[in-house]
């Protein structure tokens, strides 16, 4: 099945560890983002990719890094710097011209316990 | 920086009746506006698009306007089922800064 796979779909961390969330994508899409989403709230950019061994920060990239050398994968660090990192991270991708559609993940539910 | 407004509260109609949601955004005009849903615990799904040059866009029961001049766009869901209950994302794709804005969303409550 052609989609965008995010894993794992919960994840909990203790304070001061550093976590990765992945997401990987079959679509043959160039751009790829990092969205943050908490309750009640709309979606915030946190990093995006139009291109292999390249990407851009988004509105709140303070505390997460990413990278992208592959195509197919755009995997989020939510480093110990973010203070609050509980929230719902979703991955998209969007096709070569900028005006499609994107394509979201299911999610990754992160909590700080 | 565009800054995208949607309606904050809930937006709740009986069956059978004409959803109006609405997207307001600052600064200049993108080149692409989307609507998208999304239900609880789930990555939004898109729904429409509709470019700068274009006032109208029809999908079925779903209806999307685009008013430059306003800076607004109008999402119309006709004959309303508790099926469309979700919430909705507008987005906005400016063509040149390579990325995509969303809005943050209203939730629609249809009941029967």
């Known amino acids: 099945d052609g989609g965008i796979t995010q894993s794992p779909k919960y994840l909990f961390r203790k304070e001061g560890q550093n976590v990765t969330l992945s997401c990987e994508q079959n679509?043959?899409?160039?751009?790829m983002y990092w969205y943050r989403q908490d309750p009640g709230q709309g979606l915030r950019l946190i990093y995006y990719?139009?291109?292999?061994?390249?990407?851009q920060k988004g509105d709140i990239a303070e505390g997460y890094s990413v990278s992208r050398e592959k195509k197919e994968s755009f995997p989020l660090t939510v480093t110990s710097a973010q203070k609050n990192p509980t929230a719902f991270y979703l991955c998209?991708?969007?096709?070569?011209?900028?005006?499609?559609?994107?394509?979201f993940g299911q999610g990754t539910r992160l909590t700080v316990v | 920086s565009q800054k995208i407004e949607q309606n904050s509260e809930a937006l709740n109609i009986q069956e059978g009746k004409t959803a109006t949601l609405t997207c307001n955004y600052t600064?200049?005009?993108?080149?692409?506006l989307q609507w998208y849903r999304q239900d609880p615990g789930r990555g939004p799904v898109f729904l429409l698009l509709?470019?700068?040059?274009?006032k109208e866009k029809r999908k079925e029961r779903l209806k999307v306007t685009f008013d430059t001049t306003l800076k607004q766009s109008l999402f119309h869901i006709t004959a309303s089922q508790p099926a469309d209950s979700a919430t909705y994302l507008c987005?906005?794709?400016?063509?040149?800064?390579?990325?995509?804005?969303f809005g943050t969303g209203t939730r629609l409550q249809v009941f029967p």
């Open positions: 998209a991708t969007q096709g070569g011209n900028m005006n499609t559609e994107a394509f």
């Open positions: 990719s139009q291109i292999v061994n390249d990407f």
């Open positions: 509709i470019r700068e040059n274009e």
């Open positions: 600064n200049y005009s993108p080149a692409y």
């Open positions: 987005a906005l794709d400016m063509g040149d800064t390579d990325k995509l804005i």
């Open positions: 679509l043959n899409h160039d751009a």
